[in-house]
């Protein structure tokens, strides 16, 4: 019995590592393309493990101090020998104090940089999320050639900890991007091809980068700026194309022609090189694993581009870098993007005999034979793969506005678990402090005081009856994203106001109460629809007071499929067919 137990949880673990590779969708709109002149960056991490959203507080260090350096198990896989588990990604109370968890094996650097004197407070993720001065970043992980190995002194840099140094130091985008290429040229890179994308409150860049030798100490990495007046989408494949030297709108490191060269991946009669084509290998796991959700995302926010859903290779040219969108686009815009299962188009995933009787557009990936009796390995084939994912493990959308202080300007609105089925809430870049339950998650606990658990079960139950259950969750998301975008104006007024008159630790405790209070508001009422749910569809039926046990019956279409006419209509034995 132990033995098997080991062997479960050893499959978990695989299983959680694994589906860090699988992940996210990202996207950047400029100040000219939003609803309110924001700039703003999203972001759905689309790998199951730790769902945390950490307030990491300024600090102060001493000089000749030395930053460590962790390995992130987004990268490759979760390597129990650099500490952490495989629901914990950082366990140092000095990063921050949520960090501290009781009983797990504290993280083990790769290796160490020198600590400037003063880093800001910032949230933090899987990767980092935003910094006080509203400096934003989001990401997506790419295919690359090659997926060197961490090695300590040697290659000791993924993306997710760049973008946490860069939140503990710059203030703006740019700023962001040279450091991090810096660090990549001095420290080397590991890990996958990765997209971050880098924002502030007057502009958004892409930041993309790999390694190129499994051997070597470097990495390589491109950036391009993204229009004022343009949506950009990124879905696991990298998304940068002709590098042009002398252009002000892209930034490249210095070795990204001559790596390219001395690996064979490109010569300069070959003409402009394609970073993506070059130093990516297009994408994860079938076609369209990637292209489809930038064509449907690009085609939600420009219907008008009539963009075609088929296309002749992965490395299309068909979808821009970026678009100018029909209209300009609010923070519910973005979200709606990212709860998106095609409904309406032709790969409509609450359709079809495998939505089920109730219309369920959650489709569970690969490895079935693992778990499953019988050899099903001969089955070839894919399911669509959308931009909501039932192991997205948090979604945001990131603000940065310009006309106010960074503090009040800077807004994250987060939503733990899948994006179909979470709330969006409001968190300020000028928080002295994260809710406890939205910095409280251990995927392998049922804790009713972790906001992730709590969206996360809820999400797991409405899937027995979709169709239904998914308006009774609605009508509680919706209720509280209109009282949380209503509230926001007189909120920030008050803010504000106390900022002008000098007080900013007033309105810095101003917005982090707000944002505790809606937060708990929403854990409450959350666990309260759970119960709702169980009690009104309980066994099948409906139960409310119209009547218990109303009967729920499947669709025609449905029962026809799966042979319900051929089911026990009389006491004779059916003819053979």
């Given at each position: 019995?132990?033995?098997?137990?080991?062997?479960?949880?050893?499959?978990?673990?695989?299983?959680?590592?694994?589906?860090?590779?699988?992940?996210?969708?990202?996207t950047i709109v400029g100040k000219k393309a939003s609803a309110d002149g924001s700039v703003m960056v999203s972001h759905s991490d689309?790998?199951?493990?730790?769902?945390?959203?950490?307030?990491?507080?300024?600090?102060?260090?001493?000089?000749?101090?030395?930053?460590?350096?962790?390995?992130?198990?987004?990268?490759?896989?979760?390597?129990?020998?650099?500490?952490?588990?495989?629901?914990?990604?950082?366990?140092?109370?000095?990063?921050?104090?949520?960090?501290?968890?009781?009983?797990?094996?504290?993280?083990?650097?790769?290796?160490?940089?020198?600590?400037?004197?003063?880093?800001?407070?910032?949230?933090d993720a899987n990767y980092g999320i935003m910094n006080e001065h509203q400096l934003s970043i989001g990401e997506c992980t790419d295919?690359?050639?090659?997926?060197?190995?961490?090695?300590?002194?040697?290659?000791?840099?993924?993306?997710?900890?760049?973008?946490?140094?860069?939140?503990?130091?710059?203030?703006?985008?740019?700023?962001?991007?040279?450091?991090?290429?810096?660090?990549?040229?001095?420290?080397?890179?590991?890990?996958?091809?990765?997209?971050?994308?880098?924002?502030?409150?007057?502009?958004?860049?892409?930041?993309?980068?790999?390694?190129?030798?499994?051997?070597?100490?470097?990495?390589?990495?491109?950036?391009?700026?993204?229009?004022?007046?343009?949506?950009?989408?990124?879905?696991?494949?990298?998304?940068?194309?002709?590098?042009?030297?002398?252009?002000?709108?892209?930034?490249?490191?210095?070795?990204?022609?001559?790596?390219?060269?001395?690996?064979?991946?490109?010569?300069?009669?070959?003409?402009?090189?394609?970073?993506?084509?070059?130093?990516?290998?297009?994408?994860?796991?079938?076609?369209?694993?990637?292209?489809?959700?930038?064509?449907?995302?690009?085609?939600?926010?420009?219907?008008?581009?009539?963009?075609?859903?088929?296309?002749?290779?992965?490395?299309?040219?068909?979808?821009?870098?970026?678009?100018?969108?029909?209209?300009?686009?609010?923070?519910?815009?973005?979200?709606?993007?990212?709860?998106?299962?095609?409904?309406?188009?032709?790969?409509?995933?609450?359709?079809?005999?495998?939505?089920?009787?109730?219309?369920?557009?959650?489709?569970?990936?690969?490895?079935?034979?693992?778990?499953?009796?019988?050899?099903?390995?001969?089955?070839?084939?894919?399911?669509?793969?959308?931009?909501?994912?039932?192991?997205?493990?948090?979604?945001?959308?990131?603000?940065?506005?310009?006309?106010?202080?960074?503090?009040?300007?800077?807004?994250?609105?987060?939503?733990?678990?899948?994006?179909?089925?979470?709330?969006?809430?409001?968190?300020?870049?000028?928080?002295?402090?994260?809710?406890?339950?939205?910095?409280?998650?251990?995927?392998?606990?049922?804790?009713?005081?972790?906001?992730?658990?709590?969206?996360?079960?809820?999400?797991?139950?409405?899937?027995?009856?979709?169709?239904?259950?998914?308006?009774?969750?609605?009508?509680?998301?919706?209720?509280?994203?209109?009282?949380?975008?209503?509230?926001?104006?007189?909120?920030?007024?008050?803010?504000?106001?106390?900022?002008?008159?000098?007080?900013?630790?007033?309105?810095?405790?101003?917005?982090?109460?707000?944002?505790?209070?809606?937060?708990?508001?929403?854990?409450?009422?959350?666990?309260?629809?759970?119960?709702?749910?169980?009690?009104?569809?309980?066994?099948?039926?409906?139960?409310?007071?119209?009547?218990?046990?109303?009967?729920?019956?499947?669709?025609?279409?449905?029962?026809?499929l799966v042979g319900y006419e051929q089911g026990p209509t009389s006491y004779q034995k059916p003819a053979s067919k």
């Amino acid at each position: 019995m132990k033995r098997a137990t080991g062997l479960l949880a050893l499959l978990l673990c695989l299983v959680l590592a694994a589906s860090a590779a699988l992940a996210c969708t990202t996207t950047i709109v400029g100040k000219k393309a939003s609803a309110d002149g924001s700039v703003m960056v999203s972001h759905s991490d689309d790998g199951l493990g730790d769902a945390r959203l950490v307030y990491v507080p300024a600090k102060d260090h001493k000089p000749g101090s030395m930053r460590p350096v962790y390995y992130s198990h987004c990268a490759l896989d979760f390597k129990p020998q650099w500490g952490g588990t495989v629901s914990h990604r950082i366990v140092d109370g000095k990063r921050a104090p949520m960090y501290a968890t009781k009983g797990d094996p504290k993280s083990v650097p790769l290796g160490y940089i020198p600590q400037v004197a003063h880093t800001y407070a910032y949230f933090d993720a899987n990767y980092g999320i935003m910094n006080e001065h509203q400096l934003s970043i989001g990401e997506c992980t790419d295919k690359a050639k090659v997926d060197p190995e961490p090695a300590p002194g040697k290659r000791i840099f993924y993306s997710a900890e760049l973008s946490r140094v860069a939140l503990e130091r710059c203030k703006t985008a740019r700023e962001a991007i040279k450091l991090m290429g810096a660090l990549i040229e001095k420290y080397g890179y590991y890990g996958t091809g990765e997209t971050l994308t880098v924002a502030d409150a007057n502009e958004g860049w892409v930041f993309e980068m790999a390694g190129y030798d499994k051997d070597g100490t470097d990495g390589v990495w491109v950036a391009q700026r993204v229009p004022d007046d343009a949506f950009f989408v990124a879905s696991n494949q990298f998304r940068i194309r002709d590098i042009k030297p002398g252009d002000p709108d892209m930034m490249y490191s210095a070795n990204i022609f001559d790596a390219a060269k001395k690996m064979g991946w490109w010569k300069p009669s070959d003409g402009p090189l394609d970073w993506a084509k070059v130093y990516g290998d297009g994408e994860f796991h079938h076609p369209y694993y990637s292209l489809r959700r930038v064509w449907r995302a690009q085609s939600l926010a420009a219907p008008s581009l009539n963009l075609p859903a088929w296309v002749e290779n992965a490395f299309t040219r068909v979808y821009p870098f970026a678009i100018k969108p029909d209209q300009k686009l609010a923070v519910a815009d973005i979200f709606a993007i990212h709860r998106d299962n095609y409904e309406g188009t032709e790969f409509d995933l609450t359709k079809g005999l495998a939505a089920g009787p109730f219309g369920d557009p959650n489709r569970y990936e690969g490895g079935a034979e693992s778990v499953a009796e019988g050899d099903l390995s001969s089955v070839k084939g894919n399911f669509e793969r959308p931009l909501n994912i039932y192991r997205c493990v948090y979604a945001y959308v990131n603000q940065s506005r310009s006309w106010l202080p960074p503090a009040i300007g800077g807004l994250t609105w987060f939503g733990p678990d899948r994006p179909a089925t979470s709330t969006l809430m409001p968190f300020y870049a000028g928080a002295t402090d994260l809710p406890k339950p939205i910095q409280t998650s251990n995927i392998l606990k049922y804790d009713r005081g972790s906001m992730w658990t709590a969206f996360n079960y809820v999400a797991n139950q409405v899937e027995l009856k979709y169709s239904f259950m998914i308006k009774d969750l609605r009508a509680v998301r919706d209720g509280f994203e209109s009282r949380f975008f209503g509230l926001q104006k007189d909120l920030e007024a008050k803010a504000l106001a106390l900022w002008t008159k000098g007080d900013k630790k007033g309105a810095k405790t101003l917005l982090t109460r707000h944002s505790d209070k809606q937060a708990n508001d929403v854990l409450k009422s959350w666990w309260t629809l759970s119960e709702q749910l169980y009690v009104r569809y309980n066994d099948g039926y409906r139960n409310d007071l119209d009547g218990i046990a109303q009967p729920v019956f499947y669709p025609a279409w449905w029962l026809k499929l799966v042979g319900y006419e051929q089911g026990p209509t009389s006491y004779q034995k059916p003819a053979s067919k």
